[in-house]
């Protein structure tokens, strides 16, 4: 059964992905990456860390994806003739570094011994969030307010970055 | 039956692989974030298969902090693709060259 819903989760990560690099239409690529967002999510839900499938779920396939699809219309790039073509003199290169890592992460892979049994934890399966969040404000505790820095820092740069050049008013 | 650590791994380099594809072809700015997200998030699903495998939850922790750092990313680079197309009325990377020699 979990084997079943895995081949299908990952089939639908997989195609998706490649239709996310196809797409001409960065509207499409968009809402394919969303797909591709909510597969793994479910592979997540499958690996025990439910708390990080409702987070991919709120954070990407809601906030961040909704923030794409903002600035793609912002800046009419749905348009016909604002499409690119969607392969430069790069596919080449591109395909042959793609084979290359490809076969170099699939030895990395094989060559260890992960076939061996799952090490059991049941606190992180049975009470996840409490685990985590325990975890965020202990150990975690310094790396958890640096991150909070760095949101704050990407708030001021965004608004910084976006802000119109007005002339002096005096 | 748990599938084995294996699978999420290769599944993972899969998706990595994809995600570079993309950013290595495509020629949307857009595009190319998007496909940046999607490395992240090949990354995110090695973290979690290997909290698994090794039945600790510091993975799932790190995942947390990559996806604050990616919600970080996204915002500042999508404001710098909406100053580039105010002064240049394009998002395409080769069109935007006044960085190359």
Redesign the interface.
Known sequence: METAVFYVLATIAVASAVLLVLFRNPVYSALSLVATLFAVAGLFVLLNAYFLAAVQIIVYAGAVMVLFLFVIMLLNLGHSEALESTVGRYRLTGVIFLCALLVAQLTAVGTRQLRGPVAENEALRTENVQTLGKLLYTDFLFPFEVASIILLVALIGVVVLVKRETPETT | ???????????S??????????V?????A??I???I??ML?AV??AF??F????????G??F???V??????????G??????V?RNRET??V?EVNLLKW
């Not at chain 2, 039956?1 to 599944?11: E, G, K, P």
């Not at chain 2, 899969?14 to 993309?22: N, Q, T, Y």
């Not at chain 2, 996806?67 to 500042?76: K, N």
């Open positions: 039956m748990a599938v084995a650590t294996s699978h999420y791994l290769i599944l380099a899969i998706l990595f692989s994809i995600g570079v594809a993309g290595l072809t495509r020629r949307n857009i595009v974030f998007m496909c997200e999607l998030n995110n699903l979690v298969a909290a698994r495998h090794l039945g600790q939850a510091d799932q922790v995942v947390f902090f996806m604050a750092v990616a919600a970080a990313e996204v915002a500042v999508l404001a710098i693709i909406i100053a197309f998002v395409d080769a």
